[in-house]
T-cell receptor
C-alpha cells in the first residue's frame, strides 16, 4: 500500500496567488482529514469528509479556504487568495470506520510545506 | 469539546535514559486515547493507543496506560535511543475526530 499521497511536497507562491493542495487517501478508507501545522498554533484540524461528504468544516480559518472531495480517491484544499500567514505544513490523513465507530488509526501523508511570500 | 495538555518541550535526554512525557485531557465520557509520533520531515504516525480504562498501549518499547481517575495517558520508555528523537503528540478521540496536544519535542543525545 502506498499510503496517503500528497502533492506537491513543497509549494512557494506569492501573496494573492491561488494555491491547490492535493491528497489521495488510502484505498478503501472512508474518512479524510485536512490538518494545518504551524509553530504558533500546533496541529489544527481544518475539515474532514466521510464518504466524500464534508462533515465538519468549522476549523477552516476563513472563506479563502475551500476543500472538495469529488470522489473517494481524491481531495483538494484550495486557498484563494493566499496570504503570508497561510504559510504552514498541510497534512492530509485518512482512516477507516470499524463497526460504525471511527475509532481506528488515522494515517497521515507526508505533508505539503507551503510558503507564501 | 476535548482538550489536551502536554508537558512542554524540548525534553533532552541522554541515550538509555528513562522517558516520561505527561499528558492529561478533558473529555466527555471515556474516549479512546492515542499517542502519535512525528519524525523530522515526516507526517504523524500512530505510536500506540488504548481504548478503555486501565488498558495499556505499547509499541517499540513505549508504553502508556489509560488512567480514568486522573484523566491521564502518560508516555514512558525505559531506555531511549537517538532514533527516538521526534515530536510526540497525545490525542484523545473526540466526537468525530482526534484532538491533538501541542506536541512534545524529544531530543536524545548519544
Amino acid at each position: 500500500d502506498a499510503g496517503v499521497i500528497q502533492s506537491p511536497r513543497h509549494e512557494v507562491t506569492e501573496m494573492g496567488q491561488e494555491v491547490t493542495l492535493r491528497c489521495k487517501p488510502i484505498s478503501g478508507h472512508d474518512y479524510l482529514f485536512w490538518y494545518r501545522q504551524t509553530m504558533m498554533r500546533g496541529l489544527e484540524l481544518l475539515i474532514y469528509f466521510n464518504n466524500n461528504v464534508p462533515i465538519d468544516d468549522s476549523g477552516m480559518p476563513e472563506d479563502r479556504f475551500s476543500a472538495k472531495m469529488p470522489n473517494a480517491s481524491f481531495s483538494t484544499l484550495k486557498i484563494q487568495p493566499s496570504e503570508p500567514r497561510d504559510s504552514a505544513v498541510y497534512f492530509c490523513a485518512s482512516s477507516l470506520t470499524l463497526r460504525g465507530h471511527n475509532l481506528d488509526t488515522q494515517y497521515f501523508g507526508p505533508g505539503t510545506r507551503l510558503t507564501v511570500l | 469539546g476535548n482538550s489536551v495538555t502536554q508537558m512542554e518541550g524540548p525534553v533532552t535526554l541522554s541515550e538509555e535514559a528513562f522517558l516520561t512525557i505527561n499528558c492529561t485531557y478533558t473529555a466527555t465520557g471515556y474516549p479512546s486515547l492515542f499517542w502519535y509520533v512525528q519524525y523530522p520531515g515526516e507526517g504523524l504516525q500512530l505510536l500506540l493507543k488504548a481504548t478503555k480504562a486501565d488498558d495499556k498501549g505499547s509499541n517499540k518499547g513505549f508504553e502508556a496506560t489509560y488512567r480514568k481517575e486522573t484523566t491521564s495517558f502518560h508516555l514512558e520508555k525505559g531506555s531511549v535511543q537517538v532514533s527516538d528523537s521526534a515530536v510526540y503528540f497525545c490525542a484523545p478521540w473526540g466526537r468525530r475526530a482526534l484532538t491533538f496536544g501541542s506536541g512534545t519535542r524529544l531530543q536524545v543525545q548519544p
